[in-house]
């Protein structure tokens, strides 16, 4: 199973941006799907999550109010829309997806993408 990211780019600040996050397989649209996130000289943070059928979804509270995630599983790909977008919000944005249920949708997955890197201009 391989996760394909895009969306990134440069962004001036108070803009806004959208990830995509592409599955190559079905089996993942039957679980969560999260974004994750990396910015310089730090570790991985957890950005957001969605449960499979998308009516639960997670926030961490740097993004919340400013982001939404979603997905349409029959594409296979889960999106996370970013607005009002901040210099700190600057960091690699890796997609995860996972093979079994778990209802904590925090952390937990087992696939990861290879992230898109998102640069906010101050």
């Known amino acids: 199973v391989q996760l394909q990211a895009s969306g990134g780019g440069l962004v001036q600040a108070g803009g806004s941006l959208t990830l995509a996050c592409a599955a190559s397989?079905?089996?993942?649209?039957?679980?969560?799907m999260a974004w994750f996130r990396q910015a310089p000289g730090k570790e991985r943070e957890f950005v957001a999550a969605?449960?499979?059928?998308?009516?639960?979804?997670a926030y961490a509270d740097s993004v919340k109010g400013r982001s939404t995630i979603s997905r349409d599983n029959d594409k296979n790909t889960v999106y996370l829309q970013m607005n009002s977008l901040k210099y700190e919000d600057t960091a690699v944005y890796y997609c995860?997806?996972?093979?079994?249920?778990?209802?904590?949708?925090?952390?937990?997955?087992?696939?990861w993408g290879q992230g898109t890197l998102v640069t906010v201009s101050s």
């Open positions: 397989e079905r089996t993942l649209s039957k679980y969560a």
């Open positions: 995860a997806g996972r093979t079994f249920y778990s209802g904590n949708l925090y952390d937990g997955y087992d696939k």
């Open positions: 969605v449960s499979w059928s998308g009516a639960t979804t």
